[in-house]
């Protein structure tokens, strides 16, 4: 075994079998598991000598073959607003975004599921980026473990925790890295691990059909759709994955999503794009298309990015819209863009960070030759 295979992310049997594998007894294994997984994942212990209850020489013996790493914090900026977003560093050097979003009462995480994004959606920042790959299962616990480090947000179980929800809304399409998202918010919803019950977790697809109804069954969190439009041409240019799962496939799956009730409602994401996709015929239409499915439409006015192809709809436009899909009978809350000043508002998250480091280099080493050359 290698000198320190990474714990976070293991499921609860893993572990066992892992302990079990450096010669922890049969017997002790169950018990030891559970005291572990208190450590980590309620306490949020970083290594293994913190566990005082537990005897020394097995927890020399852990520390000796184990890690508890979390991703590395790159850096963290703080928006004028309060939202705080974090640039991780995972395994292979590959960087990543996770955004803390403070309001009255609760607070909201927005973890990424991959590097990069495959759906290349036109409005969107993450889909210009080049380098893709699935985040391993404790890259994403390990993003809410990060963040309640830097929040001083420990235990997990306490009364006035501050990250009370988790939304599957960063980088990524969770629904294309299935099984490590399942592995990690089976710990985030555990509650002797990270103790978000299921229904303040929700995952944000762009519509990956096939794959809906097993994440309610075997995921059984919150489901939100990135809608979009209500016409197939349009939302094939939007979002170029509705040509393999076009909206009547994607709205039956809507429908069949187990557990669906008035008390478990789909989230209808919806960007407001000016001239685009935000007519009030659409508005009329995007009630006719749902009509029957548990829901509420979550309109996001477009956040902006340097050589984005669009605009954000006006305001005026945006409230009549929303007024028309109000009086439908669905809940229409327009989403405060949060963290636009540090670009962490919804589909501005993109890690370019390697490349502006390396800018910053150049600018301190010619600033350093200038310095010698004579004035
Ligand atoms: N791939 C998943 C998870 C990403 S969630 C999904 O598509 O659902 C991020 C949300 O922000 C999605 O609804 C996405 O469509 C939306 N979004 C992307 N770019 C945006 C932008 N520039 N302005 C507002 N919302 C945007």
Not at 183 to 189: E, G
Request: with cysteine; charged share 25%; aromatic share 6%.
């Amino acid at each position: 075994m290698s000198a320190a295979s990474i714990v976070l992310g293991l499921s609860p049997g893993a572990l066992k079998e892992a302990l079990l594998a450096v010669g922890i007894p049969q017997k002790a294994a169950a018990m030891r598991t559970r005291q572990l997984w208190n450590w980590i994942y309620v306490h949020g212990a970083r290594d293994f000598a913190a566990m005082t209850n537990l005897a020394k020489d097995f927890r020399e013996a852990m520390a000796a073959r184990f890690s508890l790493a979390r991703p590395d914090v790159v850096t963290e900026q703080v928006s004028a607003d309060g939202t705080r977003k974090w640039l991780l560093r995972g395994e292979g050097g590959q960087e990543f975004e996770t955004v803390f979003i403070p309001e009255p009462g609760r607070g909201t995480l927005c973890v990424s599921s991959q590097v990069g994004c495959t759906l290349n959606c036109r409005f969107c920042h993450t889909g210009t980026q080049k380098l893709v790959r699935n985040l391993t299962a404790g890259e994403i616990v390990g993003q809410v473990m990060a963040a309640r480090d830097a929040l001083g947000d420990w235990p997990s179980t306490g009364e006035n925790r501050r990250i009370t929800n988790v939304v599957m809304m960063g980088m990524g399409e969770p629904l294309y890295n299935f099984e490590n998202v399942k592995a990690a918010l089976a710990i985030v919803a555990d509650g002797d691990a990270l103790a978000l019950s299921k229904r303040r977790v929700t995952l944000s697809t762009a519509g990956v059909v096939p794959m809906i109804g097993r994440a309610g069954t075997e995921i059984g969190s919150a489901l939100a759709i990135s809608l979009h439009a209500v016409r197939d041409d349009i939302r094939d240019r939007l979002v170029p994955l509705n040509k393999k799962y076009p909206l009547k496939e994607l709205l039956d799956a809507c429908r069949a999503y187990p557990g669906l009730s008035n008390a478990r409602r789909i989230t209808f994401e919806y960007v407001m794009l000016r001239g685009v996709n935000d007519s009030l015929a659409e508005a009329r239409e995007l009630v006719r298309r749902i009509a029957g499915i548990p829901a509420k439409i979550n309109l996001i006015p477009f956040n902006p990015w340097t050589g984005a192809p669009y605009e954000c709809s006006d305001w005026a436009q945006i409230e009549k819209f929303a007024e028309i899909v109000n009086r439908a009978g669905y809940a229409s809350p327009v989403r405060t863009p949060r963290g636009r000043d540090i670009m962490a508002a919804c589909g501005q998250l993109k890690s370019e960070s390697v490349k502006q480091r390396a800018g910053e280099r150049m600018a301190q080493l010619r600033s350093a030759e200038l310095a010698r050359m004579p004035s």
